[in-house]
């Protein structure tokens, strides 16, 4: 399809560089909202922790908790590995089990 | 009073050592007590670039350690007289480098200079980060690039966070310095405009590099092309920028190409 405005000003395909600002210019908004909260992470993860663990026996390092921003809708993911020997909490009764 | 500058850009291969060595020079054309300290452990370069790479002796590890005094390690610039360079170590451990032995250096360095020009290594690392913790003022070198000013903004949100001065809530004031740029490209859409990048980093812009084989040729024979050619059109804008730090007017030049009408008619490059 022929492009009119390219036509008119003289600009060929190689016009890249509004592709390029446009780019930037979303990406740069995403990571700058961002980056007021890198903490907000390692707090929710933290807490998880610290709750889980009162009822459980976790390896921290299997704790992953992670947040996809989109547009309309974030997520939050929490990926908690429950190792088989701990299915049952600290006082002996029976817990749910994850995921 | 001295001032510490730091010239950063998190991305690599952007001019910063360049850009410290030619500003560097400039400053020191300019009567201005100057010394430039590379940051970049492991990877020294800016003794090659300012063409001192056979008298360095001691170096910035060596005097954070203890090991010499920061007179012994300072090395005078055999064209300059006003411009010092105190060079990075090749050790590979940059953990010598603490903050606590930087604070110290920048200190002493305050009490004999006017500008204190740290070259920082590429990244957001150890190295980067005590490069610029005791900064007054950042240059932040970028290219007309996607890559180079998504990391520029990273870079700025450090500057304004993780530095003496943001922790003690004041402001280190940054100049954004364009480098490789081409007018030319840029006009055809090619390639990010100066508006675009102003407008998308938000940082009041210090200069405009053109890309040149100048700047190459001069770091071929180790020497800042401030002083290798200064008619040429990078030499010409480094000490505009230069000028612009030291709080003087003047007015922006886009880079132009000279190009003459013999090269227009065959498609030559102005070289």
């Known amino acids: 399809m022929m492009n009119l405005p390219r036509l008119f000003t003289g600009r060929t395909a190689s016009a890249s560089a509004p592709v390029a600002r446009e780019r930037l210019q979303i990406l740069l908004a995403h990571e700058r909202g961002l980056r007021g909260q890198p903490d907000l992470l390692e707090l929710l993860r933290a807490e998880i922790l610290a709750t889980v663990s009162r009822h459980v026996m976790l390896d921290p390092e299997k704790v992953v908790v992670r947040m996809d921003r989109g547009n309309h809708v974030s997520t939050l993911e929490i990926d908690i590995e429950v190792p088989m020997a701990a299915e049952t909490s600290r006082d002996g009764a029976p817990v749910a089990r994850f995921g | ?271």
């Open chain 2, 1 to 271: 009073m001295a001032k510490v500058l730091v010239v950063t850009s998190g991305k690599g291969g952007v001019g910063k050592t360049t850009s410290t060595a030619a500003l560097g020079a400039a400053l020191a054309q300019m009567g201005e007590k100057v010394v430039v300290v590379d940051f970049d452990v492991g990877l020294r370069n800016l003794d090659l670039v300012l063409g001192a790479e056979r008298r360095v002796v001691f170096d910035l590890i060596n005097v954070v350690q203890g090991v010499a005094k920061l007179s012994q390690a300072l090395i005078r610039d055999k064209r300059l007289e006003n411009l010092w360079l105190l060079p990075a170590s090749q050790t590979r451990d940059k953990d010598a480098l603490t903050d606590e032995g930087v604070s110290g250096i920048i200190a002493e360095l305050r009490t004999k200079f006017d500008w204190i020009l740290c070259d920082s290594p590429a990244g957001i690392e150890r190295g980067a980060m005590l490069a610029m913790r005791f900064a007054d003022e950042a240059i932040i070198v970028a290219n007309p690039e996607v890559s180079s000013v998504r990391d520029s903004d990273r870079i700025i949100g450090m500057l304004d966070s993780k530095t003496v001065r943001a922790e003690k809530g004041e402001r280190v004031e940054k100049h954004l310095l364009i480098a490789r740029y081409d007018t030319a490209r840029a006009s055809r859409g090619e390639m990010l405009n100066i508006e675009d990048i102003l407008e998308i980093l938000a940082t009041p812009l210090l200069g405009i590099i053109p890309e040149s084989q100048d700047v190459l040729r001069a770091s071929n024979v180790g020497s800042p092309v401030t002083l290798n050619d200064a008619n040429s059109a990078p030499a010409r804008a480094y000490s505009d920028a230069a000028r612009r730090l030291m709080g003087q007017i003047v007015p922006m030049m886009v880079p132009a190409e000279r190009k003459g009408l013999m090269d227009r008619l065959l498609g030559r490059r102005a070289a």
